[in-house]
C-alpha cells in the first residue's frame, strides 16, 4: 500500500521568503506525484504534477517540485513567498500500476504567510 | 458547465436522518470521484466510477454509504442513519478515464460540508 508523508502540519514564513514543503512517499514502485492547493473554503486546486518526465516539474503561481527517487520525496518550493500562498497545501500520490488515478493524499501543510 | 459542481454546498441534518449529496462533473469526464476531508482523517478516497465498469467501492466506510452514478455523468453520494463522526466535507472529483494516460489531472469540487447534530 502507498503512504504519504508530509512533515509539519503548519509552516509559518515571512512574505518574500523562500517557501519550501516536504512531501515523502512509500510504495515499491513509484507512482505518480501530485501537490494540490486548498484555499479557505475551497476545494483543491492541481499546483504541479510529476509523471514521467523531467524531475523538477514547475506549476502554477511560481510553485515547483522535484522528484527525488533515492531520497523517495517530493518536496514543493517557491523561491518568494507572498500573501496570497496562504492555504493549505497536499501531497498526494496514485499507483500507475492500477487502473484509475485514485489518490491517496498526506495529511497536508497549512502555510502562514507574514507580512 | 465549466468545472465540478456540488450540491448542496452545506447541509446540516439530524443524527439517524439520511442524506444525499449530488455531483456533476466536467463534461465530458467518465472517471468521478468521492473524497471526504475531516479534522481527524485528513483526505480519504470514498469511491470511483470508470464510465460503464463496476465502481471501485473500495473506501466506503460502512454499508450505511452508497453511491450511483446516471448515465455515466451525475453521481449522488448517499448516507443512510447519518452519525456524528460522517461529519465532514465530501469532495467529489472528476478527471478524463479510459484512453486517457495515467496520472492526468483530477479536477476537484468545492465539496458538500455536511454537519450532523
Known amino acids: 500500500a502507498q503512504s504519504v508523508t508530509q512533515l509539519g502540519s503548519h509552516v509559518s514564513v515571512s512574505e518574500g521568503a523562500l517557501v519550501l514543503l516536504r512531501c515523502n512517499y512509500s510504495s515499491s514502485v513509484p507512482p505518480y506525484l501530485f501537490w494540490y492547493v486548498q484555499y479557505p473554503n475551497q476545494g483543491l486546486q492541481l499546483l504541479l504534477k510529476?509523471?514521467?518526465?523531467?524531475?523538477l516539474v514547475k506549476g502554477i503561481n511560481g510553485f515547483e517540485a522535484e522528484f527525488k527517487k533515492s531520497e523517495t520525496s517530493f518536496h514543493l518550493t517557491k523561491p518568494s513567498a507572498h500573501m496570497r500562498d496562504a492555504a493549505e497545501y497536499f501531497c498526494?500520490?496514485?499507483?500507475?500500476?492500477?487502473?484509475?488515478?485514485?489518490?491517496?493524499f498526506g495529511g497536508g501543510t497549512r502555510v502562514l504567510v507574514k507580512p | 458547465g465549466a468545472g465540478v459542481s456540488q450540491s448542496p454546498s452545506n447541509k446540516v441534518t439530524e443524527k439517524g436522518k439520511d442524506v444525499e449529496l449530488r455531483c456533476d462533473p466536467i463534461?465530458?469526464?467518465?472517471?468521478l470521484y468521492w473524497y471526504r476531508q475531516s479534522l481527524g482523517q485528513g483526505l480519504e478516497f470514498l469511491i470511483y466510477?470508470?464510465?460503464?465498469?463496476?465502481?471501485?467501492k473500495s473506501g466506503l466506510p460502512s454499508d450505511r454509504f452508497s453511491a450511483e452514478r446516471t448515465g455515466g455523468s451525475v453521481s449522488t453520494l448517499t448516507i443512510q442513519r447519518t452519525q456524528q463522526e460522517d461529519s465532514a466535507v465530501y469532495l467529489c472529483?472528476?478527471?478524463?478515464?479510459?484512453?486517457?494516460?495515467?496520472?492526468?489531472?483530477?479536477?476537484f469540487g468545492e465539496g458538500s460540508w455536511l454537519t450532523v447534530v
Open positions: 472529483a472528476s478527471s478524463l478515464g479510459a484512453g486517457a494516460p495515467l496520472g492526468n489531472t483530477i479536477y
Open positions: 466510477f470508470q464510465g460503464n465498469s463496476a465502481p471501485d
Open positions: 498526494a500520490v496514485s499507483d500507475r500500476r492500477a487502473a484509475g488515478n485514485k489518490l491517496t
Open positions: 463534461s465530458g469526464h467518465t472517471a
Open positions: 510529476y509523471t514521467s518526465a523531467a524531475t
